[in-house]
């Protein structure tokens, strides 16, 4: 039976670390977060994909999670699954697995298979993981030890695919190391699809995302042009959706989160220009993205001047604040810099939002509202920045004097669109 340590316990590692129990692996969790650890130990989690439930059934089969990384020395499988975050500047941040690496090469023992599922750029796990586990350990990658890169899929929230039905990408510094990873995850997934190498998968990965990103970019560029020329982009996206091929549906909104498409691009362009071939398409798409929040603010200024009022000590509602429909992941949610703006103009800013109890972009909490229509009848201006089920959408236009409606939710109604 295989010994696996999963290092990082958030939204990828906790997920990976549930399937392996489900087959029967022994599992140890590291985090180097003690309350974290402790929760989980006690039986809560505070990944919503995995539930208490989850993590019971997962304690009884012997997970265990620890701040301590001695458990290491017994793993004969270690997957690296920490963030990898922008850093002050916005360039990549590669502290957490720099971090993970050598604690792992101090305890690496012959014969381990290492994989990082961490998102980065081609050649983090053959220069980066390699050279920190290597000279930390003595051993040699590919002879010593398999080292193999295969990226996290994981979509918070997504009750259809999980890590068992996802399609499963391996690539390894060797061909022997991309064929121990392989067999490794045959274990837990239905299909596994293994790379040239480390960095096609990584690749493949920034791809993935990045493609989402251009994608969003162009729709969201359409929604602003189209406005200035008096055409329905809606009507338009509806219409080009009935082509049965050569077209993918994408919709404007007001702007990208989570970690992945505000991320992963930042990761693919910073490599591309360190290797002398900047991708402009790419780099353009994540400065047309990075500016809808702003257009938001600036349709809701234009929205309330028309009526003879400023934005300037205005009550504004948003409605929906978590980065993605039916979610409560608030990871680099649009929404955050939505307030930061309305806040420079003067606002007073309030939320409604049944998913999150409590917010505080920035640092300074903004004012919640537990009852969304009166909420809204209160309000100068109701913004609905996400359209959650458990929201009572059809009725809002019913109570707000003013509403901006970013997802095309409410068109044909008296709310005002993109």
Not at 255 to 267: A, F, Q, R, S, T
Request: aromatic content about 4%.
């Amino acid at each position: 039976m295989n010994s696996l340590a999963v290092i990082g316990l958030g939204y990828t590692g906790l997920p990976l670390a549930r399937e392996a129990c489900r087959a029967g692996m022994r599992v140890i969790g590291i985090d180097e977060n003690p309350s974290v650890t402790a929760a989980l130990n006690s039986g809560h989690s505070h990944v919503p994909d995995v539930t208490d439930a989850d993590l019971a059934a997962m304690l009884d089969a012997g997970f265990r999670a620890s701040a301590d990384e001695s458990p290491l020395a017994e793993a004969s499988v270690a997957v690296i699954c920490v963030p990898t975050p922008l850093d002050e500047t916005g360039r990549p941040d590669l502290s957490h697995v720099r971090r993970a690496a050598s604690g792992l090469g101090d305890r690496l023992k012959p014969g381990t298979l290492v994989i990082l599922e961490s998102t980065s750029f081609p050649g983090t796990t053959d220069d980066v993981v390699r050279g920190i586990v290597e000279q930390a350990s003595g051993l040699s990658a590919g002879t010593d030890f398999s080292l193999a890169f295969s990226p996290e899929r994981i979509d918070p929230g997504n009750d259809t695919f999980g890590v068992r039905n996802t399609p499963r990408v391996v690539g390894g510094y060797t061909r022997r190391c991309t064929a121990a990873a392989a067999d490794f995850f045959r274990h837990l997934c239905d299909r596994v699809v293994e790379a040239g190498s480390a960095r096609e998968a990584e690749l493949a990965k920034l791809l993935e995302n990045t493609y989402r990103s251009v994608n969003i970019a162009l729709v969201n560029e359409l929604a602003v042009a189209a406005r200035a020329l008096g055409v329905d982009v809606w009507d338009a996206l509806d219409c080009a959706r009935t082509k049965p091929f050569g077209f993918q549906e994408f919709r404007p909104g007001p702007g990208v989160g989570g970690h992945c498409i505000p991320v992963d691009p930042v990761y693919l362009t910073h490599w591309a220009r360190a290797a002398g071939t900047p991708l402009r398409l790419v780099e353009l798409s994540q400065e047309v993205n990075a500016g809808m929040p702003a257009h938001v603010v600036r349709r809701a200024e234009h929205l309330l001047r028309e009526r003879g009022r400023a934005l300037r000590d205005a009550r504004v509602l948003l409605v929906g604040v978590t980065y993605k429909r039916n979610s409560t992941d608030l990871r680099a949610t649009p929404a955050a810099a939505i307030v930061r703006l309305l806040r420079q103009c003067g606002a007073s800013v309030t939320y409604h939002d049944p998913l999150v109890d409590a917010w505080a972009p920035d640092g300074e909490p903004v004012e919640r509202a537990a009852d969304a229509l009166a909420a809204a009848a209160d309000a100068a201006l109701v913004i609905l920045v996400q359209d959650h089920d458990t929201v009572p959408l059809d009725r809002l236009p019913e109570y707000a004097p003013l509403l901006l409606d970013t997802r095309g939710r409410l068109r044909g109604t008296r709310a005002h669109q993109l």
